[in-house]
DNA sequence: AATGAATGAGGCTTCATTCAT
DNA sequence: TATGAATGAAGCCTCATTCAT
């Protein structure tokens, strides 16, 4: 729907509090009264934001590779890409705005997060269990890791203004070395 | 200051849309009325908010270690401490609550982020110029895994709830841990 | 538009203080919230309010007479009948009220009162050229004794709540005496 | 008193909305608070200002000229001179700011214009018992022309700010001329 | 469905006035 | 007398939501 992506936009662009029934009908082309005829509240329309933010990020997803860092990798660069091509919506998923535009909805945003999470860990205990990965290093402090790196990036882009982003590939190599490094030394 | 620091509790706890000067005047108090007779507006209440802050960040910096790898140590233990006290708080500096609460002040919330980032970074290279660090590896690149641990971190602790957060220095021996892995590798 | 006039009749009968949105509202028949559906904010509803003023006073100007002295006579009887019909609009145009409330338009308010000078003095000066007048006598000067003279019969029609307005004509009268007189007299 | 004085000051510089007990303390150099501790409340204030504004006004009033011509000559150039002198103060008395200030004690305000007033015109009436203008004019006619002049002198002098005023000698000449040439004409 | 005026609550801010010190 | 924090009532303005057209 036009008007959950218009949401979107405004809430990861101009913030939560620029997200009013006016600034959302004048970026639809529709009137100010107009937006509660297709959706019932602002809540809803929140809702559906958060939705259709859930759509952009998992479309493609889980990705098919039989190789548990292969896997990974394609998630992570695919993510950076996203974020290069959408840089609002993607760090919307990391900011806090959305979670405060929805208000008692918070589990909504939050399931968004716990699917990637959950999907970075499982990867990376296989890679342990086939011995890509050191077996010592703790699989959630591994998982903050990655995912924390993929935040960090959105940070510098969108928060920073960043003017060149680093190469998604690149960044996923110097992670994916780190990662693998941990066994030879062992 | 007393407001400055209820402010921030609110902005970090509740989000920005419940800084109210109703809410803090019963945070503190007093009258909502009252609120400006200490602080001209609501913009000057949130830059002594992202002060205190800024305070509270940077008690004790930079660190004294020598060796670059125990003062990034230092650093990053420090800021999982930290979290664990004042999870609210500390979530603060990643969020965009501030930013958004900070309006045309922006620069001051990103100074706080810049000063940590530049931080880590020059750790990092230094690490690398001892041969702790392989050399081959980007230090733009590091720091936003180092940066990104921490934000991960925050998030999953704040964001998600997580009921027992992990042991600080266990987190920055799996960091160590890759990160000196990589000399042998080369 | 109904809004604008009532601000101007409140602002000119109840003075700049009572020009207040629930006023207003009240005037008009609507909300007091409602009045910004239609106007930014109270700068703009001023504005308007002066327009209007501009409008009142400037309709079917300049007096298409030739003769310098009943253009001016024109004038002059028109602007009185108008007090008599309009006393608080009217009155506004002299009084500082407007220009109070106009705040940073002052030029605004300002225009009015220059257009209305530049007229009387372009009659007052024609008038000399054709000898109607004594030339020895600054037109200047004699601008104030006019505009003057309909400012006083303002003042005293509406703050002094002078009862039995005098007759315009007869007012009038009196100063086309003077001002001719002058001229027999050298 | 020095309050009453600062109070006149900020009313007819800055404007009736500028009058508050913080600018008047800082006026004069007291807190906010202290002010009431000379003054029951702002009503009393401004019942103060105009006190003192009709001191300024009337000291060595009424001239003692016995010709009634040189007496109104006399308190006419002693009035634009005081208008050069205390340009706000002096167009405070013409000015509806006062009188909006002043709230229920307007009958202070009109009785310092009506005390003027009827000076002016017991001048007037006297010329024409002795001949000196023409006795067939309105003395209330000719009381709103020279109290009119005053005025807009003060109108242009304060609200058009006016760079070179005239002089008051030069202005009263005009009037004068005007008055006596009546009788010649008859 | 669409419109846009209207409502009314809520948030920011100012100020006269009070009062403990 | 002086101070200045505190109060509480307005006033401005924004916005979600409703509703007649």
Do not use: Y
Not at 114 to 121: H, I, L, M, P
Not at 138 to 143: A, F, R
């Amino acid at each position: 729907m036009q008007i959950a992506e218009a949401a979107l936009r405004i809430i990861s662009g101009k913030g939560v509090h620029r997200l009013t029934a006016q600034e959302l009908g004048r970026e639809v082309g529709i009137a100010d009264g107009t937006v509660f005829r297709h959706f019932k509240d602002k809540a809803e329309i929140v809702r559906a934001a958060i939705a259709h933010l859930e759509g952009v990020l998992f479309k493609g997803f889980p990705p098919a590779e039989p190789e548990p860092l292969a896997r990974l990798r394609s998630f992570f660069v695919g993510r950076l890409e996203l974020m290069q091509r959408l840089p609002g919506v993607f760090f919307a998923a990391f900011s806090d705005r959305l979670e405060e535009a929805a208000g008692d909805d918070r589990p909504l945003v939050r399931s968004i997060i716990e699917r990637s999470q959950a999907f970075v860990r499982q990867c990376l205990v296989e890679a342990q269990e086939q011995g890509l990965i050191a077996r010592s290093l703790s699989p959630d402090v591994l998982t903050t890791v990655v995912i924390g790196t993929l935040q960090a990036n959105a940070f510098l882009h969108h928060r920073l203004g960043v003017k060149s982003p680093m190469n998604p590939n690149d960044v996923w190599q110097v992670i994916e070395t780190m990662l693998v490094a941990t066994k030879q030394k062992t």
